[in-house]
């Protein structure tokens, strides 16, 4: 049985819609709740795919989560031994700080459901190359971004954040937006982050981020349910060339 590792900082930015996706396919999922202080394995070479999921601290904030810095090494050592990495928010920044390059505070913070645009680039993507005609409306959180690492191809962009998505060799993705968002995750968030968004300027009120969660939910399922075969191919590939 093939395995995934799956780093998740808070209890609430678990997998969401790549779960069951990956139970379906009778695939191993290892679940590291750094929060809890959930050992960093040593070896990125025990697993067959790395995940690194969301969180609302800055990469760089080592002194106040300790977990970033080796979290940030076994990351560089999985891309170098060309391991399948995906990295989702704060994992998408992760894996662009463990390339070299920086992560930093945006303009403004990018909350809610707004359409992300791909490049000329993802046009020959193997994930994302049958979609780069569209223009999906996908789900936010995030006020950091980043630069993009040395030798990575930009594939997304979105009207407040340039860099949006990148691949970097054969299999490592990083998104800044969040494709695996369920509808009861977001509920979730909203409650949890309801000082932030009473914080910005001007507030973003909850029902600016729930109402429309009915009309976008299903093209989001819909669009993840074409993306994830492509995305974890190789846990779906036994060792003699066959699907699972």
């Known amino acids: 049985m093939k395995k995934v590792l799956v780093f998740r900082h808070v209890p609430h930015e678990g997998l969401g819609s790549i779960e069951p996706f990956l139970n379906r396919a009778q ?122 690492p040395t030798g990575a191809i930009l594939l997304a962009s979105s009207g407040l954040f340039n860099h949006q998505a990148f691949r970097f060799g054969r299999n490592v993705y990083a998104f800044q937006f969040h494709i695996e968002v369920t509808p009861e995750m977001i509920a979730e968030w909203v409650v949890k982050g309801e000082a932030e968004l009473n914080s910005l300027k001007p507030p973003i009120r909850k029902e600016v981020i729930l109402d429309p969660v009915s009309k976008y939910e299903t093209p989001l399922e819909q669009w993840t349910q074409k993306v994830y075969p492509k995305l974890f191919s190789s846990l779906l590939v036994s060792k003699v060339g066959e699907r699972v």
């Open 27 to 148: 695939i191993s999922i290892d679940y590291r709740d750094l929060f809890s202080k959930s050992s960093i394995p040593s070896h990125p070479s025990d697993y067959d795919f790395v995940i690194s999921m969301g969180g609302p601290m800055n990469v760089d904030e080592t002194g106040r989560y300790p977990f970033l810095a080796e979290e940030r090494a076994f990351i560089a050592r999985a891309v170098h031994k060309e391991i399948p990495v995906l990295g989702i928010c704060l994992g998408a920044q992760m894996i662009a700080k463990s390339l070299g390059a920086r992560v930093y505070a945006g303009a403004q913070k990018e909350i809610g459901w707004h359409p992300i645009r791909f490049t000329k680039e993802a046009k020959s993507d193997p994930v994302l190359g049958g979609f780069s005609a569209s223009k999906p409306v996908v789900f936010h959180w995030h006020g950091d971004t980043f630069d993009l």
